[in-house]
């Protein structure tokens, strides 16, 4: 788990981006697709998978995700509420 979390979640293998500011929390890159091709879908469910399987046995995950994708994957994507959350992500908005 260790090994496969530290490859996923690198910036540099271009699935996720780091926010800016102090807490480095991470979310889908859009241009993911750029450097993975028509295999980024594919990548993005198998961690689902991965993660998902993690939840459920209780095992602690090492990614700290950014507020406002955790809110949108919670079903809160109403954007007069994601507003507030884009300063998770950049901090000058």
């Known amino acids: 788990w260790s090994d496969l979390s530290n490859m996923a979640f690198d910036p540099n293998y271009a699935l996720f981006r780091v926010t800016e500011g102090p807490t ?7 241009s993911s ?33 950014a507020h406002f994708f955790l809110s949108f994957l919670r079903g809160d994507y109403n954007f007069l509420h994601m507003l507030p959350d884009l300063s998770t992500m950049d901090p000058t908005l």
């Open 24 to 30: 480095n929390c991470l979310y889908p890159n859009p």
């Open 33 to 65: 697709r750029a450097a993975h091709g028509s295999d980024s879908s594919i990548l993005f469910q198998f961690l689902g998978r991965i993660l998902g399987k993690a939840l459920y046995e209780g095992i602690t995950i090492q990614p700290e995700f």
